[in-house]
């Protein structure tokens, strides 16, 4: 059997298997690396039949007939279409440059293109398509991606021009907020444009108005761990990250009437914070409150959802983030940060180490979900205590991740901070994943 016949048949094999996480996987892959093959088309156009997608099912199978994959503008747009929606950004990146050769003038390609581009971090490639675009019309929503690409390409000077132009293309009330969290980000970016080289919290700070504590991802952090126990490492990162929290808070006067943790995986955090900053620890009760609160997440992501509660930015909570994804996009950022992770960094909280995760899926997990549930709380309680021990012993005099945080935060830098200015900052911005 050929190499191209056993990876299809590993494809339909998942198929068949009804694990269609694994089919897309083999098929994205496949498809990229043989552009051509109709094949690859009419199984792809079979996995989102199986998957309740009927309408790029059927354009995917019209994809495949004849000659269209070379010669159908088209049909070779929309399927790029679904495709951004489906978040496979390669394959339409793929289908979008065969469209662009075909139609090069067309507007809503390039910039279509432009877009798969920028959410693939390939800024210097999508400006041109933005650019192209641009030469036809121009609309707000294309200005805008302009503004971020020249931004992370650090072009400020260009990012000046496109603001410039934003300022007149802006008309609703969303227009303007984003026209106003995109000028933020051109004065923040000026404030470390002296800077060779941004890091992991000045990209956070300048896109988001938010604070990363811990530079190092989750993954550097676990590979540079001389432990031979990666969950002592992560105890040990999480007590550091609180303590030089609790300390930052402080010196930088920002002052709040309680801890609140946001489900039982926060506990442990919300206590060893509640205990350095002696503030009362109480579980989140909804948006509306008085007096302020640091609301603590274990994981960013778990936002999504409840995320309109959380959009406005006002003086009743300060949001902390344990962790957030790299990659993942999320409707808001949170104010604080504790360090980038792909996946949940509580090691009691990580989903692949535990049976809770199993219950309603039809798999049979190891305990009963009582007893799950029983463990979970247990595991809770013993993670903080632990971790109260830990910051207890590091807060007693200043940390060096402290002292690192007050010489990034100067005075003119907190007042583009979102966490210093609840007043005049009205929403937390998206989370673009750009950093």
């Known amino acids: 059997m050929t190499q191209v016949a056993e990876a299809l048949t590993k494809a339909k094999a ?20 043989n552009p051509d093959d109709e094949d ?61 050769k ?37 609309n707000f929503d ?15 000077k260009n990012a000046d021009k496109a603001i410039a132009e934003l300022s007149k293309l802006a008309r609703s009330e969303d227009e303007l907020i984003q026209l106003g969290q995109q000028k933020l980000v051109i004065e923040r970016f000026k404030l470390l444009a002296d800077k060779e080289t941004f890091d992991a919290r000045d990209w956070y700070y300048i896109l988001y108005g938010g604070l990363l504590i ?33 300390q930052l808070l402080s010196e930088i006067k920002e002052k709040f009437a309680s801890v609140e943790y946001y489900n039982q995986d926060a506990k442990p955090l919300a206590a060893c914070l509640g205990e350095v900053m002696s503030l009362p620890v109480e579980s989140y009760q909804g948006p509306d409150r008085t ?26 909570r300060t949001i902390f983030a344990l962790a957030l994804p790299g ?19 509580a090691p009691w909280s990580n989903p692949l180490e535990n049976d809770l995760h199993l219950l309603g899926t039809g798999y049979e997990p190891a305990l009963p979900e009582a007893e799950l549930e029983d463990t979970r709380k247990k595991e809770t ?19 060096s991740l402290t002292k690192e945080l007050l010489q990034f935060l100067d005075a003119e830098k907190r007042n583009k901070l979102l966490l210093c200015n609840q007043t005049t900052i009205k929403q937390r911005p998206e989370y673009s994943a750009e950093i």
């Open 40 to 100: 690859a088309v009419k199984l792809f156009a079979e996995l989102m039949q199986k998957v309740d997608k009927k309408d790029l099912a059927v354009l995917l199978n019209k994809l495949a007939e004849g000659n269209n994959l070379a010669e159908d503008a088209q049909t070779l747009f929309e399927v790029a279409f679904y495709l951004i929606d489906e978040r496979a950004n390669d394959l339409a990146v793929m289908l979008l440059e065969r469209c662009a």
């Open 14 to 33: 998942h198929l068949d298997e009804r694990h269609f996480d694994r089919c897309f996987v083999q098929l994205q892959s496949y498809w990229l690396e």
């Open 142 to 156: 294309l200005i805008l991606n302009q503004v971020v690409c020249y931004t992370m390409l650090r072009q400020i």
């Open 327 to 345: 990659e993942d996009l999320l409707p808001l950022a949170p104010e604080i940060v504790g360090l980038i992770s792909d996946i949940p960094f």
């Open 291 to 316: 007096g302020r609160a640091l609301l603590v997440l274990a994981w960013a992501a778990e936002v999504i959802g409840p995320h309109k509660s959380f959009v406005e930015l006002d003086d009743k």
């Open 214 to 246: 811990q530079k190092s991802s989750a993954e550097t952090v676990a590979a540079d761990s001389s432990s031979h126990d990666p969950q002592a490492c992560d105890y040990d990162k999480i007590a550091e990250t609180l303590c030089a929290l609790a």
């Open 381 to 399: 309680e013993r993670a903080g205590i632990k971790l109260i021990e830990l910051a207890k012993n590091l807060h007693k005099s200043q940390t």
């Open 102 to 138: 075909l139609v090069p003038h067309e507007a809503t390609v390039n910039y279509e293109l432009g877009f798969a581009l920028m959410s693939q971090k390939q800024f210097d490639r999508a400006v041109g398509y933005f650019e192209r675009a641009a030469s036809a019309e121009k």
